[in-house]
């Protein structure tokens, strides 16, 4: 069982940054691909980020490419979304969750592929 809590969700300015850590207990997570997930009010669930176990391949939702990055540091076992001038359709609750039994270079980007989540960070970004 894989336990998963995010923070440094906030309250920003349009053109802030913000970063997110989504920090596991429970089991390492050197073997799980991690991914960011974000809900707005009325809206699904999407996905945003995600990056493999192994040699740390990423992927990106593309109206965050270039503003977002993921990363990792397996020895902390934590995982970070780092966001740069964000927007106020930035506005969401985000998830971390944890994918289990993926290839080592898989960047999985649907939820149905992910065994473990978070409960979840407030982003909201103001105009």
């Known amino acids: 069982q894989v336990q998963l809590v995010e923070s440094g969700g906030r309250l920003v300015h349009t053109g802030g940054s913000l970063r997110l850590s989504c920090a596991a207990s429970g089991r390492t997570l050197s073997a799980y691909a991690m991914g960011w997930f974000r809900q707005a009010p009325g809206k699904e669930r999407e996905f945003v980020a995600t990056i493999s176990w192994s040699a740390g391949l990423t992927r990106y939702k593309e109206s965050v490419m270039g503003r977002f990055t993921v990363s990792r540091d397996n020895a902390q076992n934590t995982v970070y979304l780092q966001m740069s001038s964000l927007k106020p359709e930035d506005t969401a609750v985000y998830y971390c969750?944890?994918?289990?039994?993926?290839?080592?270079?898989?960047?999985?980007?649907?939820?149905?592929?992910?065994?473990?989540w978070g409960q979840g960070t407030q982003v909201t970004v103001s105009s």
């Open positions: 969750a944890a994918a289990k039994g993926v290839g080592a270079f898989k960047t999985p980007f649907l939820s149905n592929e992910y065994e473990y």
